[in-house]
Structure formats: structure tokens, C-alpha cells
């Protein structure tokens, strides 16, 4: 057979092979130390998904936003610390912008940049050096969204209230191309800083847009030059795939699919470590970064992992640096009381819940003849939904349950609110047969009812959920057909009005104000245009909605948020399940310094990193234990050697 | 002989139209282009936005139109963009060949060397023990579906043992072998038993001809019989066998390649497929459409270069 | 007068009945193979088959476990089946638990469970022993009907391509071309989505893009069949080609047919995994094994460990594909004593 030199050449060769693995999965960092002789910092984050786009004028979904927040900066941004309530801070601007009320009803905003912040350095700019940024790089932001080719998907808000937006688009296209020379009539530029923006009339919504990428200052050096086409030979990336930012961060590397890497950017001063608002349990800690330049750390990995489990796994063996608790990994890290496990609390690792202000509802089509026309019915399936035994299966009971539309933290919700239409079997199954249909039958025919509901259906852990929420229905006696959708087909039978009961409708806000929840129900804002897919529609509702989206907060909103949320009641037009949040344990070196990510900002330039305790834990946690190998090599040979000494005997 | 090649390649022309016809059809009964567009806008996107979108990309054209419009863009290999991410369909696949290449094309090879290996084994102890045993094992590997065998790769080598990186790739030269290792080797598991099973039975057919019966009867031993003689003939068969899956190996094994985050061609069309991205699932069917009829010439040559009265028809 | 028809048709009596149709048209068309002198000589190898013999026997309490679960009973909140009869004291519990334990899997709180899972239960609380059991009739199902849609297809076209080559054969080469070179899965895919998720148009899926290599198959040993005399003789005394296809050439290709759909089998119960996997598979609230090692997949990640459902299914999986297998190569070998 084979000559025993060559044998023991492939065994050295494997083991040599072995020995070079080890587990770990990201890059090598691309320092080892600071110039000043301290260990590099490197930060390591997963990320769900790839971006759709790093253009801040056209990117609308949170992944996007997780790539975009390091490199462009918001014209105000929301404290990292303070979430009850959350208070806006200046970024780009050096103050507040100031409220300006006029006779006529309308209102303007005053508002002035930081004198000093450059974009980062790159070809586009004569010479290679970033320029300032000044107040009409603000009005190039306003004529991009104009724009129908950066396909803004901000326009058709903004231009309700910014005047002249609307205009300049009609004027400034002529063959489907804009004309950067049309102005916008609602923007005026007093110096090189300071400008004002005109509305139509109240909005003060304003300030949250400003706090949102969508008005985050772009050069237009950088999307001139960056057009896709090809210039000396090489083609150019687009705007669209590329970044010149003026944040704490520069985009070093980006490979689709796999990850993205960013490198601190030197000089960066346009925000500093807060010194107030510490929460009580870590201001001790906390002192110690008051007031430092940011960002903390000097390199962030941001790794695309598409799904849950790889990221669980990576977490626990220290390569990442948080574990978000999703459905699988939720028993593991979070008890039911909310505290992190034993476990994880003894490798030193801390639990943080991030609140998001989102909610999930289950939408009832009102114009269906069988659904919509019948209150008591809703009101029945709303009373059988038992949300607190679902957050318990799939959430190990920690995730908030919603009584009311609108989520913890924003102004309005109530925490002593009880929910009408909360569970209550016994209530449901009266309603049920109120509505004409006892246990389940038409009272009138004797057929059992038979419903259909629209499930987004693409993973194991929706159709698990799917199938719960019908048990829960079906306890009434009634038969529910379940539709499995894409979520893409989903949007589309549910803007079709194509449904009766729609599962898996859910709103992520932009900004934490009441307005962007109670929008979902007024009734200007039907499909298409809008996401109103129960189409419920109730003048007394819409005429306190339009008083309330203009008011300030204050007691008068306050009395206008409970009526409609007395209206939602009564009409019974959806089920509230729950809230977005979900909990994060953050590994004993990347300790959190803010509260929660809320919605959009650049968080992350708050962070913190210690690389020397990771080192440490991190081999550790990955020992190689080498008792494994072995058996099986022993295995290996015994029954090699015993197969040749058998043959060797039966065919001799 | 070229004008048996040309003869192929003009053969497979009709068949390529009928694919992308069939192509264009399922991809336009699929998905209405308002759902097209909210795909990729997402659902906040204002439903005027939907409307420039599906007339800045023609959908709202008729179909004929459409179709020809399509035809020509397969043709000159433009793709399009994904609906995800937006990029460049072609830098998409280019760039995922390459680690799909890295797991097929070592995984192919040592199968086939092992497959090989274990058929010759077996035909050199045929009918005893031995043989029936190794035929079950063969037959129990195949009866194994793959996911069962990645996730128990993943749960027990990489998490448990710490040996691998459960996921993940990354370009780093010689190191790059860690993330490879335990793909390749399931890649080797899936298809040693069918393959091992299958050449197995060439050999056999060899072993059972006059002229190794001769061979025997001249005193040949048996592992020189079974080296020169069986091996060699039955290799001209095996090619012929292995040569139509070359073809194929670019578009790398799906479910592998997903479950072990490999950025390669394979996880890209399990993720359009679970996501809906259709440029991506409309592309990749024409890319797999010549790959195979690629391969079925390759096999064709094959033939008729082992065997001359084929080429001579 | 359609809703008539439709509440017929999903009465458990034509259920039941279609089944029965089933098996009889099956069991039909074996004895008409038993008449047949080759089919008679391999079954006489095969019955000193060992291993055959188990396989045979291993894939028949297969189909009886399915059939219990596919017949239907009359119950009082409408039909259920035969296993859910037997398995009616089982209770649901709320969650994971682990195989005869005496609390869910939760362990901070204890809760006591209500009944004995030998085999635990899922994330939903049934009984993964009874789930199990369960899907043996999706596997059965599925493969039922994709076997009867893709074996005469295939069977059909191949013997017409053979026999009478010429335009009939390139018409049909060039459609199982077309298919064959687009990637199955994506097919596979691009039909579901068009016709919606079920086991009935899963079937249709697999059984459009599964004839191809019957058809190949057949086509081959047509052709092969066709040289030899005897069909000269029969052309020669004037015999219609519909009698040659039907009395001649269509027995003699009938064991490849059999051996061919043992086999195809096995890979129409292992593509089931992969298109649950995909997003495909069968529809929410069906038991089958393919959604439960997708749903292991995941289970595999928690701590603590739930091992008991992937294991369960991918035992009950490999059972069956194994046997097939086994009793296909018992086939061949028992048709073909020459390829061993």
C-alpha cells in the first residue's frame, strides 16, 4: 500500500494545518497600537443585513442606518444618556435652532452651524482636503431631496411643510433632470452659517427630522465626482456606495456581504463626551470620560450576519461585542425577572434594554363586510389574544406587552392605561356570540366561522408564532385559514385591502413623537399613499389628530391623545401585542456608556472599549481541548490496521 | 470534430431562448411590479415613489416590449442591480465565484479521490463482509440530509470544540484554509456515498470483462489487475461521468455555503430566494441554464474523444 | 352548487375513499407486474434477499403509520385522524420540555408539566414523538403525489422518444432540456411562489421538475429495446404502435420504472427538508420532518440544548430514505443478478 513516509508526510502535513486554526472570524486590526504607545482600540458589532444605500438623502431602513451613522453626523442629535424624556442636543449646529412665530401663521426656524467642521479629506476636493461645511451645503440637502433622481424617499413629508419645496421641483425638472440652480424659496442663507428655514405653518416636528439623516449635510464636490461612470481608466464608485462624511469615523473598507470597517478620523472635535445626565448606577463610572474628545475607540468592525444563531455563537465566544437576546438565545441570557442570567453575570457581562419606539399590532381590514362591519366581533378576537403568554413562549416574558398604541417613552403613553379589550377568554367568548356567531357558528346557518389571516411567514420563527396565534383564535370555536406571505407580498395584500385580518403589522417611528403613531389611523392616509391598512376612518379621530399633530406637548395634547385613544378602543380597529425592545448583554470590556441607540444617531462614537481584559477573556473562552483529536486518531489506526489484518486473512 | 462542436453549440441556442422565455415568465407572474417596487423602496416609501420607480425601469411597458428589452440585456450579460443592496449583479457574482470555487473545487477533487479510493476497495474485497458493510455506509451517508450534517458540524466541531470558526470567511492567504476545512470536508461526506456507490458499479462492470479474466488467468495479481486494468478503463467512464458536474461547481453547494456564512455564489441565491430578490434568482437561472448545457458539451466531447465511432456519426 | 361539491370533497368519507383508490390503484398494477415472467424471477431472488426483505418490511410500517394518520374518522368537532384518536390523551403542554421530564424546560420557575412526553415537546408544546408519527403522512403524501404525476409522465415520454425517435424525440428532448438546465431549486421555488404553499402544489413542484430523469432513463432502455427483434417481428405482422407501446415495450421497461420510483422516493421525502429550509415547505401547522430540523437548526443554538426535535425527525428521515434506498438496490439486483 502506501509507503509509510508518505503516510507520516500527510499526518505532519495535517496536523500543521490544525495547529494554524482557531475560531476566531474577524481580520486582523489594522494597528496594534496608538501612536502614543496605548493598545489599539477596536470595537467588533454585527450587523443583520447589507445596506441598501450610504446616501443619506435616500437611505430610509435601519440597516442602512447602522452603516451611515459613523461617518455622517445630524444636524442635532439626541443626548446618548437621557431617555425619559429624550431631550435634543446640537451636533452639527452650535445651538438650537430658534422657534420664530409669525402673524400670518407660519413659522420659521433660525438656525446656525458650527463654525469649523470639515468634511474628511478625499479626491474630490481640490487639493485632497476636506472643505467647511456652511449653511448652503443645508440648502443642497433640500434641493437633492427635491431631486426625483436620488428617488428621496423624504420628499413627500417635507414638502407639506417646507415652503417652496414642493415648487422647486415642479420648476427645477425638465426632462426628468434637475436643475441645481432652481432654489427652494423656504430657505434663506444669511452668512456662511446661520440660515432659516420657512414653513407652512406649525411643525414642530422639524427638530426630530433634523435629528435624522435625511438632513445630514452631503458635499456636492463628492456627488459630482462619485457618478459610477468611468474617468482615467477606472470606474468610479457612486454617490450611492461611497461616503465623504464629516463624522467621527472614516469608511475604510467595505466588502458586501461580509463586513464593513471604519477608522477613527483625527481632529474630529464637533461633539465631546457629555458631562451631565449620567444614569445614578454608572455615574461613578462614567465621570471618567466627561468632557473627553470622541470618538473613544479607534477602530469599529461591523460584521453582516444574516442570521441569528451565528451571531449568538460568536457572542458567547467573546468575538462580538454584545449578545442580543433573540428568541433562542433569550431563555439563555435574560430570566424571567429581567436580570441577566447567572451565567453570563458571572463571566462579568452587563444586560441593557434597548427600547426602540416601535410597536406590533394585528390590523383588522374595516372595510371587509365580514370584520369590519362588526365591532363586537373585533372586539372578541381582541379579548382572545393572550399577549402575555406569547411574550412568555417566545421571550422568555420580558418583552413589554402593549395595551395602547403607543410605545413606553414617548409623550402621551399611559402607564396606568387598562386596555378594554384586553385578554379575557370568557369576555371574548360572550362578545363572540353577542356578534352572532356563539362558539364559533353563525348563529343563523350553524357553519363555523371561518376567517383568513395574513402571516409573513419566512422563517422558522415566524411560522411558529403564526401557528400560536391561530391556537389562540381558534380557542373560540372559530376555523382561521392562515395566508403565508413574504413580507413583500404581505405589504402588497395588505395594501390591496386584499386581507381580513393582517398579522405582523408593526411601526418603527422615525422620531419619538405621538403624531407618527396616531398617522397610522387617520384617514387621509389610506393605501397607497399611506400606512393606514385597517383604513379606519373617523372624522371625530382625524379632526383631533390634525389639532394634535401641530400642538407642543403639554396638557391640552395630553387630553387630545387620550380621546383618540378612547376612540381606538371603542372601534376596537387592531390589536396591540407589544413593543419593540430587546436586550443586549454587553461583554464585561465594552461596557455601555449610553442608555440605548433610540432611534437614529451616532451612538456609537460613545462607546467605550477595554482590549486588554478581551484578550484575556476571550482565550479563556476558547480553549481547544485536544481530547477529541486524539481518540479519534487512535480510532482511526485501530481500525485501519484491523481491516488490512482481516483481508489479508480472507484472502489469502 | 469542430463541426461537432459547432453543431452543439448551435443546439443549445433554442434551448436558451425556451429558458429565458420560461424565466420571464415565472419572474413576471411571481411578483406584480407594485410589489417589485416595494421590495426594494420599502414599506414607508410614498406610493408616487413606487410609480417613478416602476416607470424609471420600463415594467410598465408592454410585455412583448419587456421581453425583448430583457433578452438583449441577459445576452450582453447586463444583468442589472440586486434589489437589496443595489449593486452591480455582475461584481455580485464575481466576486462570489470566488469563494464558492475555494470550497467545490478542493471538496470535488477529494471526493472524487476518495470516492474513487473506497469503490476500488471495495471491488478489490467484493462479495465479502467488508464489501456489504461499506456499501451500507455508503448508502446511510447519502441517506443524510445535508443540513442534518451541517448543523451537527457546527454545533459539536465548531461551538462545542472551539476547532473552527462556526462562521464566517475571510481572504487572509494562507489562513483562509480555517473557514474551508469544515465545508470542504462535508462537501467530501454528501457525495462520497452516491459517488463511491456509482463507480463502484463501473468497476465492477470492468472487473467482470473477458479481459480481466485473462489478465487473471495469466497470473496478473490482484491490486496490479486492479491498478492498470480495471482503474484505467474505468475511468474513461467516470470522467465522462464526472466531467458534466464541472460545469456546476461555480455556483457552489447552496445549503453549505449558507449555513456556514461563505460569501459565495450559493448563499447569494439562497438569499434572493428568502428575501425575493429576483434580478438576483432571474440571473443566477440563466447563469445555471450555461453552466449545464456548457457541461452537456463537455461530456459530449468527452464521449466522442473516448470513443471514435461517435465522433465519426 | 361549487360550495356543494367543495364540502363533498372535504367530507372524510372521499377523503378516505381517494386513499383506499390510492393503494388499490397501486396494488392493482403490481399484480398486473406479478403476471410478468422477469418480474416473477426477481421476485424469487428477492425473497433471499435479507436486507432487501428488511428494507421492504421497514418501508411498509412506514406507510402503515402514515395511513393511520391519513385516514379520517368522524369526530365531534369534525374529522380527525386514526393517530390522533390513539394519541387523543396527550396533552399540550406550554413550551419546551425535555424527553420525560417532570417540568418545561424553563428552569427558573419549575412549572410542572401535565402528561409523559417520551420524546419531549416543541416550542408550541406538542409532543414530538406524536409529531413524529405525524408526519410519516406528509412524507407519504407528498411523495405519493409527486411520484403519480412525475413516473408516468417520465415513463410515457421516454418510451414515445424511444420508439419513435425522429420529431417526437427532439420535441421532447428539447422540453426536458429546458428544464433540466435551470438550477432545480429554483424552479422548485418559482412554482411555489406562483402557486402558493400546500403539499398538493409542492407536489406538482417537484413532480414537474422530477420527470426528466425517468424520462432519460426510459428513453434509453426504449431505444435499446426497440433494436431487438421481436418489435421488428411485431411492426412486421402489422401491429398498431399503440399495442406495441402498451403489450411490449412499456412491460419491459416497467421494472426500471418501479426501481426508479423506489428511489425518487427517497429523494422526493429528502427534498422536502430543504424546501422547508428554503421557506417553501409545507404550510404552518403541518407536522412534517423537513419543518422540524429546520426548527432544530436554531434549537441546536439555545442553552440549554433542545436536541430531542432535529433528533427525532432526522432518525424518522434517515429511517425511511435509508430503507428505500436499500430495498431499491434490492430491486436492481434482484432484476439484474449481473450488476451486483
Redesign the interface.
Known amino acids: 500500500m502506501m509507503p509509510p513516509s508518505r503516510a507520516l508526510a500527510l499526518l505532519l502535513l495535517a496536523a500543521l ?2 495547529s ?8 486582523e486590526p489594522y494597528h496594534k497600537t496608538r501612536p502614543d504607545g496605548s493598545p489599539w482600540r477596536v470595537r467588533y458589532g454585527g450587523i443583520p ?5 450610504f446616501d443619506p438623502q435616500f437611505a ?2 435601519e440597516v442602512s442606518r447602522e452603516f451611515i451613522q459613523h461617518v455622517y453626523d445630524t444636524l442635532l442629535e439626541y443626548h446618548p444618556m437621557k431617555t425619559e424624556p429624550v431631550e435634543l442636543i446640537p451636533c452639527l449646529l452650535a445651538e438650537m435652532p430658534k422657534r420664530e412665530n409669525h402673524p400670518d401663521g407660519t413659522v420659521s426656524y433660525l438656525c446656525r452651524l458650527q463654525p469649523g467642521i470639515h468634511y474628511h479629506d478625499d479626491p474630490c476636493f481640490p487639493g485632497g482636503k476636506g472643505r467647511e461645511i456652511v449653511a448652503s451645503d443645508v440648502h443642497y440637502i433640500l434641493q437633492r431631496i427635491a431631486d ?1 433622481k436620488v ?1 428621496s ?1 423624504f ?2 413629508i417635507l414638502e407639506q411643510h417646507i415652503v417652496g419645496l414642493h415648487e422647486t421641483r415642479q420648476a427645477g425638472t425638465k426632462n426628468g433632470k434637475f436643475d441645481y440652480n432652481t432654489l427652494v424659496s423656504g430657505f434663506e442663507t444669511l452668512d456662511n452659517y446661520s440660515f432659516r428655514i420657512q414653513l407652512n405653518g406649525p411643525f414642530p416636528q422639524l427638530l426630530y427630522w433634523m435629528a435624522m439623516h435625511a438632513m445630514s449635510p452631503v458635499a456636492r464636490e463628492a456627488v459630482e465626482y462619485y457618478d459610477g461612470q468611468m474617468h482615467d481608466g477606472k470606474v468610479r464608485p457612486t454617490f ?2 461611497y461616503t465623504v462624511g464629516h463624522g467621527p469615523f472614516r469608511m475604510r473598507e467595505y ?4 463586513r464593513i470597517r471604519y477608522e477613527r478620523v483625527e481632529g474630529y472635535r464637533t461633539s465631546v463626551f457629555p458631562s451631565d445626565g449620567f444614569p445614578p448606577e454608572k455615574a461613578e463610572w462614567l465621570k471618567q470620560f466627561a468632557g473627553k474628545p470622541l470618538p473613544l475607540f479607534d477602530e469599529l468592525q461591523l ?1 453582516v ?6 451571531a ?3 457572542g ?2 467573546g468575538y462580538l461585542d454584545g449578545i442580543t437576546a433573540n ?3 433569550f ?2 441570557v435574560v ?2 425577572t429581567g436580570e441577566l442570567t447567572p ?1 453570563y453575570k458571572a463571566r462579568g457581562m452587563e444586560l441593557e434594554k434597548v427600547v426602540t419606539p416601535g410597536t406590533f399590532y394585528i390590523s383588522f381590514n374595516m372595510q371587509d363586510p365580514v370584520i369590519g362591519k362588526n365591532v363586537k366581533l373585533r372586539k372578541a378576537l381582541a379579548s382572545a389574544y393572550d399577549a402575555r ?1 406569547y411574550v ?3 421571550y ?1 416574558g420580558v418583552a413589554p406587552v402593549s395595551n395602547q398604541l403607543l410605545p413606553r417613552g414617548l409623550f402621551g403613553y399611559d402607564a396606568h392605561y387598562i386596555d378594554p379589550n384586553g385578554y379575557d377568554l370568557e369576555k371574548a367568548k360572550r362578545l363572540l356570540a353577542e356578534a352572532g356567531y356563539p362558539d364559533g357558528r353563525d348563529a343563523r346557518t350553524g357553519e363555523q366561522l371561518v376567517l383568513s389571516i395574513e ?1 409573513p ?5 415566524e ?2 408564532r ?3 396565534e ?2 389562540l383564535f381558534e380557542k373560540l370555536g372559530i376555523k382561521l385559514k ?1 395566508n ?1 406571505n ?1 413580507f ?2 404581505l ?2 395584500r395588505l ?1 390591496q385591502g386584499n386581507f381580513q385580518i393582517g398579522s405582523g403589522t408593526g411601526w418603527l417611528a422615525d422620531f419619538p413623537d405621538p403624531e407618527n403613531f396616531f398617522f397610522l389611523f387617520y384617514s387621509k392616509n389610506f ?3 399611506g ?1 393606514n391598512y385597517c383604513r379606519y376612518s373617523n372624522p371625530d379621530f382625524d379632526r383631533a389628530y390634525e389639532k394634535m399633530a401641530q400642538m407642543d406637548d403639554g396638557p391640552e395634547r395630553l387630553a387630545l391623545i387620550q380621546q383618540m385613544n378612547k376612540m381606538l378602543a371603542d372601534d376596537c380597529p387592531a390589536i396591540f401585542q407589544f413593543d419593540k425592545a430587546f436586550y443586549v448583554a454587553a461583554q464585561p470590556w465594552g461596557r455601555w456608556t449610553h442608555n440605548s441607540p433610540v432611534i437614529e444617531g451616532g451612538f456609537y462614537k460613545y462607546h467605550q472599549v477595554d482590549p486588554v481584559l478581551r484578550e484575556k477573556l476571550r482565550a479563556q473562552w ?4 485536544l481530547w ?1 483529536l486524539i481518540a479519534l486518531g487512535l480510532l482511526l489506526v485501530a481500525g485501519f490496521i484491523y ?1 488490512v489484518r ?2 489479508q486473512r ?2 489469502v | 470534430m469542430f463541426s461537432f462542436i459547432i453543431r452543439r453549440l448551435l443546439y443549445s441556442v433554442p434551448i436558451l431562448l425556451g429558458v429565458i422565455l420560461l424565466t420571464f415568465l415565472l419572474d413576471n407572474v411571481m411578483m406584480s411590479p407594485e410589489a417589485k417596487a416595494a421590495r426594494v423602496l420599502g414599506p414607508k416609501a410614498a406610493h408616487q415613489a413606487r410609480v417613478d420607480w416602476i416607470h424609471l425601469r420600463g415594467l410598465d411597458q408592454p410585455m412583448p416590449r419587456q421581453f425583448v428589452h430583457y433578452v438583449g440585456n441577459l445576452v450582453t450579460l447586463q444583468f442589472g442591480t440586486t434589489w437589496v443592496t443595489g449593486r452591480d449583479l455582475r461584481d455580485v457574482f464575481l466576486r462570489g465565484a470566488g469563494p464558492s470555487l475555494l470550497i467545490t473545487v478542493p471538496g470535488f477533487f477529494a471526493a472524487f479521490l476518495a470516492s474513487v479510493g473506497l469503490a476500488l476497495f471495495q471491488v478489490f474485497v467484493r462479495d465479502s463482509t467488508l464489501d456489504r458493510f461499506l456499501t451500507f455506509l455508503s448508502v446511510a451517508l447519502m441517506s443524510v440530509p445535508t443540513m442534518v450534517y451541517v448543523i451537527f458540524a457546527q454545533a459539536v466541531l465548531a461551538l462545542g470544540l472551539n476547532y473552527f470558526p462556526a462562521f464566517g470567511f475571510n481572504y487572509e492567504g494562507l489562513g483562509s484554509v480555517r473557514f474551508l476545512l469544515l465545508p470542504v470536508a462535508i462537501f467530501i461526506l454528501i457525495n462520497l456515498g452516491s459517488d463511491a456507490r456509482l463507480y463502484r458499479a463501473v468497476f465492477l462492470e470492468e472487473i467482470s470483462q473477458d479481459y480481466v479474466r485473462t489478465a487473471f488467468a495469466k497470473g496478473v495479481t490482484g491490486p496490479r489487475v486492479l491498478a492498470i486494468h480495471v482503474f484505467k478503463n474505468g475511468l474513461i467512464a467516470i470522467i465522462t461521468l464526472v466531467v458534466a458536474e464541472l460545469p456546476k461547481l461555480i455556483l457552489g453547494s447552496l445549503l453549505i455555503e449558507s449555513l456556514f456564512g461563505i460569501p459565495g455564489l450559493g448563499s447569494v441565491l439562497v438569499q434572493a430566494i428568502q428575501t425575493g430578490d429576483q434580478p438576483v434568482v432571474m440571473a443566477s437561472v440563466f447563469l445555471g441554464s450555461v453552466l449545464y448545457l456548457l457541461s452537456l458539451i463537455l461530456t459530449d466531447i468527452c464521449y466522442a474523444l473516448a470513443d471514435p465511432r461517435i465522433r465519426l456519426s | 352548487m361549487t360550495e356543494t361539491i367543495a364540502r363533498l370533497y372535504q367530507h372524510w368519507i372521499t377523503q378516505d375513499l381517494q386513499v383506499i383508490a390510492g393503494f388499490a390503484i397501486v396494488f392493482w398494477l403490481l399484480r398486473a407486474g406479478a403476471r410478468n415472467e422477469r418480474w416473477q424471477r426477481a421476485w424469487v431472488r428477492m425473497k433471499r434477499d435479507r436486507a432487501g426483505f428488511i428494507a421492504l418490511g421497514v418501508v411498509l410500517l412506514y406507510l402503515f403509520v402514515g395511513a393511520l394518520e391519513i385516514l379520517q374518522i368522524p369526530g365531534k368537532q369534525g374529522s380527525r385522524s386514526i393517530l390522533d384518536v390513539f394519541f387523543a390523551g396527550i396533552p399540550k403542554e406550554k413550551s419546551y420540555s425535555a424527553p420525560l421530564a417532570a417540568t418545561l424546560l424553563n428552569s427558573a420557575r419549575h412549572e410542572p408539566i401535565i402528561g409523559r412526553h417520551w420524546l419531549g415537546t416543541d416550542v408550541l408544546g406538542k409532543d414530538v414523538l406524536v409529531q413524529m408519527l405525524k408526519a410519516c403522512r406528509t412524507a407519504l403524501v407528498i411523495g405519493g403525489l409527486t411520484s403519480a404525476i412525475y413516473v408516468p409522465l417520465g415513463a410515457l415520454l421516454g418510451v414515445l422518444a424511444g420508439y419513435f425517435r425522429r420529431w417526437v424525440d427532439d420535441v421532447i428532448q428539447y422540453i426536458y432540456s429546458t428544464l433540466a438546465s435551470i438550477p432545480e431549486i429554483l424552479l422548485l421555488v418559482a412554482i411555489l411562489m406562483v402557486l402558493g404553499k400546500g403539499l398538493g402544489t409542492m407536489s406538482i413542484a417537484l413532480g414537474i421538475t422530477g420527470w426528466v430523469g425517468l424520462c432519460r432513463l426510459i428513453r434509453g432502455e426504449t431505444m435499446r429495446q426497440s433494436e431487438r427483434p421481436y418489435i421488428a417481428a411485431a411492426r412486421a405482422i402489422g401491429q398498431t404502435h399503440w399495442k406495441i407501446v402498451t403489450r411490449h415495450l412499456l412491460p419491459n421497461v416497467m421494472h426500471l420504472v418501479l426501481i426508479s420510483a423506489v428511489l425518487g422516493f427517497s429523494n422526493i421525502v429528502l427534498a422536502e427538508a430543504i424546501l422547508s429550509y428554503l421557506g417553501v415547505g409545507a404550510p404552518v401547522g403541518t407536522a412534517s420532518w423537513g419543518i422540524m430540523i429546520d426548527a432544530g437548526r436554531t434549537e441546536l443554538g439555545r442553552d440549554p440544548l433542545v436536541w430531542w426535535n432535529i433528533t427525532a425527525a432526522t432518525t424518522a428521515l434517515f429511517g425511511l430514505v435509508l430503507a428505500l434506498n436499500i430495498l431499491g438496490d434490492a430491486l436492481r439486483r434482484a432484476f439484474d443478478p449481473k450488476r451486483t
Not at chain 1, 494554524?20 to 481580520?27: A, R, S, T
Not at chain 1, 466588502?255 to 461580509?258: F, K, L, N, S
Not at chain 1, 450576519?305 to 451565528?310: A, D, G, M, N, V
Open positions: 494545518i490544525f494554524g486554526c482557531d475560531n476566531d472570524p474577524n481580520p443585513g447589507d445596506p441598501k444605500s430610509y431602513d426625483p428617488e424617499p420628499f413627500a450611492r456606495f466588502i458586501p456581504r461580509q460584521s450576519i444574516l442570521e441569528t444563531i451565528p449568538f455563537v460568536l458567547r465566544q428568541k433562542d438565545a431563555a439563555a430570566t424571567s451565567k403568554e412568555e413562549i417566545f422568555s402571516e411567514v419566512s422563517g422558522t420563527e411560522r411558529q403564526a401557528e400560536y391561530v391556537r392562515i403565508e413574504t413583500a407580498r405589504l402588497e395594501e393605501p397607497r399613499e400606512a476558547n480553549r481547544k481541548p477529541p481491516a482481516w483481508n480472507n484472502h
